[in-house]
Antibody, heavy 119, light 106 residues
Framework: EVQLVQSGAEVKKPGESLKISCKGS????????IAWVRQMPGKGLECMGI????????RYSPSFQGQATISADKSINTAYMQWSTLEASDTGIYYC????????????WGQGTLVTVSS | SYELTQPPSVSVSPGQTATIACSGD??????GSWYQQKAGQSPVMVIY???KRPSGIPERFSGSSSGNTAILTISGTQAMDEADYYC?????????FGGGTKLTVL
């Protein structure tokens, strides 16, 4: 069974950096694109960007360009979302989701990583 | 930027049919997908490529598309179907989600 397993909850202070992960198993990691989807408290789903781990082709949604960095290490079947300077407004649940590619649906979702940024 | 518009809420009585619409300027040019998110859980795909149902999703879930509107229909709605539902489509290489619809089964 395909699984996307995300790293655990994080509590950070404004200005700190953070890197969260999403590890794929039971499938060929480079068969899927991985998207990062933000859900702020009580709000809807927003796609921040998407990466193809095979060659690290990365596409950011216009609203999130420059806010965080998406990367992947295909040797360990893991995708990452990284912030260099967190803000309180980054608080939310971050999901990774897998799709066969642009135009396709998201077949698999991780369990979510809760990020809390508070002083 | 491209937007998908859904009603914020829909209410339905148990056993009745729930219909959730999603409209977007270019939906007719791209496939739409639907996701169910129950409280405290990750989203689950219930419809892809406008009308296809993944294995394991009950037959009471169906999807359709007409012009620039995608529609999710839940026939014989059950209490377990109470959740938030999101439509999703692609705009070039960007992923867009609708704002979500809270389905209440009264």
């Amino acid at each position: 069974e395909v699984q996307l397993v995300q790293s655990g909850a994080e509590v950070k202070k404004p200005g700190e950096s953070l890197k969260i992960s999403c590890k794929g198993s039971a499938y060929t990691f480079t068969n899927y694109w991985i998207a990062w989807v933000r859900q702020m408290p009580g709000k809807g789903l927003e796609c921040m960007g998407i990466i193809y781990p095979g060659d690290s082709d990365t596409r950011y949604s216009p609203s999130f360009q420059g806010q965080a960095t998406i990367s992947a290490d295909k040797s360990i079947n893991t995708a990452y979302m990284q912030w260099s300077t967190l803000e309180a407004s980054d608080t939310g649940i971050y999901y990774c989701a897998g799709t066969y590619g642009p135009g396709r649906a998201f077949d698999y979702w991780g369990q979510g990583t809760l990020v809390t940024v508070s002083s | 930027s491209y937007e998908l518009t859904q009603p914020p809420s829909v209410s339905v009585s148990p056993g009745q049919t729930a219909t959730i619409a999603c409209s977007g300027d270019r939906l007719g040019d791209n496939y739409g997908s639907w996701y169910q998110q129950k409280a405290g859980q990750s989203p689950v795909m219930v419809i892809y490529e406008d009308w296809k149902r993944p294995s394991g999703i009950p037959e009471r879930f169906s999807g359709s598309s007409s012009g620039n509107t995608a529609i999710l229909t839940i026939s014989g709605t059950q209490a377990m179907d109470e959740a938030d539902y999101y439509c999703q489509a692609w705009d070039s290489s960007t992923v867009v989600f609708g704002g979500g619809t809270k389905l209440t089964v009264l």
